[in-house]
């Protein structure tokens, strides 16, 4: 069964850090990018960044290029989320899944991690 487990959220002030990590199980990790997703309170859920499957290309959304890196360990089955230069904009729950592009598993989705960012 796919899970995905988020965690390290947190409320942190403008300018701050966080970073965010993942643990995946019920499918074979290495073979599929992964991506990181984000959802404000009444808004959609978008896409934050994704990474290759040997983290070798990474792509991100223009509002946060420059300030957030995502990372991965094939051998730990996680993907992490660095966050520096935080804004309040950036509040919201992140969750994880695979995919590029959209959601692989776009039903099944992990309880997410709150990152509040205010003064």
């Known amino acids: 069964q796919v899970q995905f487990v988020e965690s390290g959220g947190g409320l942190v002030q403008p300018g701050g850090s966080l970073t965010l990590s993942c643990a995946a199980s019920g499918f074979a990790f290495s073979t599929l990018s992964m991506s990181w997703y984000r959802q404000a309170p009444g808004k959609e859920r978008d896409l934050v960044a994704s990474i290759s499957t040997a983290g070798i290309n990474k792509n991100y959304a223009d509002s946060v290029k420059g300030r957030f890196t995502i990372s991965r360990d094939n051998a730990k089955r996680t993907v992490s989320l660095q966050m520096n230069a935080l804004k309040s904009e950036d509040t919201a729950v992140y969750y994880c899944?695979?995919?590029?592009?959209?959601?692989?598993?776009?039903?099944?989705w992990g309880q997410g991690t709150q990152v509040t960012v205010s003064s």
């Open positions: 899944n695979g995919g590029w592009t959209s959601p692989r598993w776009d039903h099944n």
